[in-house]
C-alpha cells in the first residue's frame, strides 16, 4: 500500500526565520509525483511545490524548496523567509504517474499545521 | 491551471434531509475527484467521478449516501444524503488532466453543517 506520512502535527516559526516540514513516503513504484500543497483559513487548497521522482534536482519555488531524498523516500518543505501569510495548514501528496494501474488519485499525508508569529 | 466554483460554499441542514453540492470547471478535465475533509484533518477521498458512467466509491463510501453525477467534462455534483451530524464536513472537488504533470487542481469546498 502506497502511504504518506507526516510526522509533525503543528510547528511554528517566527517570521523571516526559516523552516522545515518533513514529510516520508512508502510506494513500491518507481515513477511518480511529490506534491505540498497549502491550506489557509479559506480552506482553499493551493499548489505550492511539485517533484518529479526521476528527477535528482530539488525543486524550487521562490522562498520554498524541497529536499528530496528517493532512496530515504522523504520529501521536505524548507519556507525561508516565512511570512505571516504563509500560515497554513500544509499537506504532503504523492501520485503515481499515469499508467494500467494507476487510478490519478492523490494520496495524502495527515497535514502540519504551521503558525507563522510576528 | 483550472478554475473551480463549487456551490454552495456553506450550508446549514437538519437531519435526516439530503444537499446537492456542484462543481464547475472553466474548461474540459479528464479527472473530476470528490473529497470529505472533517475538521483539522487531512482530506479523504469519496469517489472518482467518470463522466458518462457510475462513479467510482473509496472504501467506506457508497452510492446510497453519496449519489455523484458527471453530465459532461466541466460538471459535477455530489449529494449528501439522509444526513447526519456526522456528515459535518468540508467538501471539496478537484480536477486533473492526464498527462499534464498529474497536477490536481481544487475547489473552494464547502462547508457543511448538520444539526
Known amino acids: 500500500a502506497q502511504t504518506v506520512t507526516q510526522s509533525q502535527p503543528e510547528m511554528s516559526v517566527q517570521e523571516a526565520e526559516t523552516v522545515t516540514l518533513s514529510c516520508t513516503y512508502d510506494t513500491s513504484e518507481n515513477n511518480y509525483y511529490l506534491f505540498w500543497y497549502k491550506q489557509p483559513p479559506s480552506r482553499q487548497m493551493i499548489l505550492v511545490i511539485r517533484q518529479e521522482a526521476y528527477k535528482q534536482q530539488n525543486a524550487t519555488e521562490n522562498r520554498f524548496s524541497v529536499n528530496f531524498q528517493k532512496a530515504a523516500k522523504s520529501f521536505s518543505l524548507k519556507i525561508s523567509d516565512s511570512q505571516l501569510g504563509d500560515t497554513a495548514m500544509y499537506f504532503c501528496a504523492f501520485i503515481t504517474t499515469y499508467g494500467s494501474s494507476n487510478t490519478g488519485k492523490l494520496i495524502f499525508g495527515q497535514g502540519t499545521t504551521l503558525q507563522v508569529k510576528p | 491551471s483550472a478554475v473551480i466554483s463549487q456551490k454552495p460554499s456553506r450550508d446549514i441542514c437538519q437531519r435526516g434531509t439530503s444537499l446537492t453540492i456542484q462543481c464547475q470547471v472553466d474548461?474540459?478535465?479528464?479527472?473530476m475527484f470528490w473529497y470529505r475533509q472533517q475538521p483539522g484533518q487531512s482530506l479523504t477521498l469519496i469517489a472518482t467521478?467518470?463522466?458518462?458512467?457510475?462513479?467510482?466509491?473509496e472504501s467506506g463510501f457508497v452510492i446510497d449516501k453519496f449519489p455523484i453525477s458527471r453530465p459532461n467534462l466541466t460538471f459535477s455534483t455530489l449529494t449528501v444524503s439522509n444526513m447526519s451530524p456526522e456528515d459535518s464536513s468540508i467538501y471539496l472537488c478537484?480536477?486533473?488532466?492526464?498527462?499534464?504533470?498529474?497536477?490536481?487542481?481544487f475547489g473552494p469546498g464547502t462547508r457543511l453543517t448538520v444539526l
Open positions: 467521478a467518470n463522466q458518462g458512467s457510475e462513479a467510482t466509491y
Open positions: 474548461s474540459q478535465v479528464t479527472m
Open positions: 478537484s480536477v486533473s488532466n492526464r498527462g499534464l504533470n498529474n497536477e490536481q487542481f
